[in-house]
C-alpha cells in the first residue's frame, strides 16, 4: 500500500500503487509503467491476474479502476516519489485509513484472499 503525499488530494491516505492510462496503453502497460515509476519494481504484463475493479464518483470525475494481482517481479518496492509504503496482509488492508474508491476493493481482497501461513525451519 501507498499513502499518498499530504500536498495531494486525499493527502495522508492509503491507496493501491497505480495511476492513469496514458494514450495507446493498456490497463497492464499503465501498471507495469506506474509500478516502475513509484516503486522501482518490473513485473512482467503476463505476470498480471485481474482481481477485481472499482466504480466511484468522486466531485469532479468518476473513477473505473481495475484491480490486478501480481504475485512476481524483477526488483525491490522502494518508494521513489516520496511516498511511504507499507506491507499489508489482505485481511487487515480494510483496517487502514484508505482513498474511498479503495475501500470496497480492500473488503474484497479480505473477503476472498487468505492470509499466508508462517512456515519456521
Known amino acids: 500500500m501507498s499513502k499518498r503525499p499530504e500536498n495531494k488530494s486525499y493527502g ?3 491507496e493501491f500503487p497505480g495511476g492513469k492510462i496514458e494514450d495507446g ?3 497492464e502497460q499503465t501498471l507495469r509503467r506506474e509500478l516502475w515509476e513509484e516503486l522501482g ?3 512482467c504484463e503476463q505476470c498480471f491476474q485481474v ?3 472499482a466504480s466511484h464518483r468522486y466531485e469532479d470525475f468518476h473513477l473505473l479502476m481495475p484491480l490486478f494481482l501480481c504475485r512476481q517481479w524483477d526488483g525491490i518496492p522502494r518508494p521513489k516519489e516520496g ?3 507499507r506491507w ?3 485481511n487487515r488492508i480494510r483496517e487502514m485509513d484508505l482513498v474511498p474508491a479503495d ?3 480492500a473488503q474484497e481482497i479480505g473477503d476472498r484472499l487468505k492470509q499466508g501461513k508462517r512456515f519456521e525451519a
Open 12 to 14: 495522508g491516505l492509503w
Open 25 to 27: 496503453e493498456s490497463p
Open 41 to 43: 519494481v518490473e513485473p
Open 51 to 53: 482481481f477485481s475493479f
Open 83 to 85: 511516498q511511504e509504503i
Open 88 to 90: 499489508v496482509y489482505p
Open 103 to 105: 475501500i470496497p476493493l
